[in-house]
């Protein structure tokens, strides 16, 4: 698999609440990876919205849920203060270590687990080069004030034209709408 199919989400979606869940469900998919921010959270956010909880505690009745984010220990805590799931600081996405932890803590197995995420270079391809599926969402707020984020993003525009060029119908299918949304 080159680069850029690992860059290419098996399924992208507006946002967390548009998800076909029940259907992950009948994939046989038990367990979700969510990011943090510019998923289930603004970047400029502290705590969780109230409708991002309520479909959070839905989720937890169905799926072991988590959260593998990499940001900072005190971030993710106070985000997730008012919700009972386990989490990952630092995970250094795109590297394995931060998934592979994650599999561990809830002993679940790859196949059974899908990683949902607004980015590309470190959701998507993490996801990818670690063995799991993997869903692409637009960003709650494309801004973010992490300097390694607007990084990430300079590539990703790279990434996204070269798999525009190289594989046009699955760009149609499964980027273009993420493009245009931003
Ligand atoms: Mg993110």
């Given amino acids: 698999m080159s680069i850029y199919q ?3 989400p098996d399924a992208y979606h507006a946002s967390i609440f548009e998800i076909p869940y029940q259907q992950l469900k009948e994939q046989g ?3 979700l990876f ?3 921010d510019n998923t289930i959270i603004a970047y400029d956010d502290k705590e969780l919205k109230e409708k991002h909880l309520e479909l959070m505690r839905n989720l937890k009745k169905e799926f072991s849920v988590m959260v593998i984010s990499n940001t900072n220990y005190k971030r993710v805590a106070l985000a997730l ?3 009972n799931v386990p989490f990952i600081w630092h995970a250094k996405k795109p590297l394995k270590f931060g998934f592979h932890k994650g599999l561990k803590k809830l002993d679940t197995k790859k196949e ?3 990683i949902i995420g607004d980015q590309l270079m470190t959701d998507v391809f993490g996801a990818h080069r670690f063995g799991i599926r993997s869903i692409l ?3 709650v707020k494309r801004k973010s004030d992490r ?4 990084f990430n993003r300079k590539i990703e525009a790279f990434i996204l034209k070269k798999i525009a060029k190289k594989m046009p119908k699955l760009y149609e299918e499964r980027l273009k709408v993420y493009v245009e949304s931003h």
């Fill in 81 to 83: 203060n008012q919700l």
């Fill in 147 to 150: 300097k390694i984020t607007q």
């Fill in 29 to 31: 998919i038990k367990s």
């Fill in 6 to 8: 690992k860059c290419i």
């Fill in 34 to 36: 969510f990011d943090l």
């Fill in 112 to 114: 059974e687990t899908i």
């Fill in 137 to 139: 969402v637009a960003s």
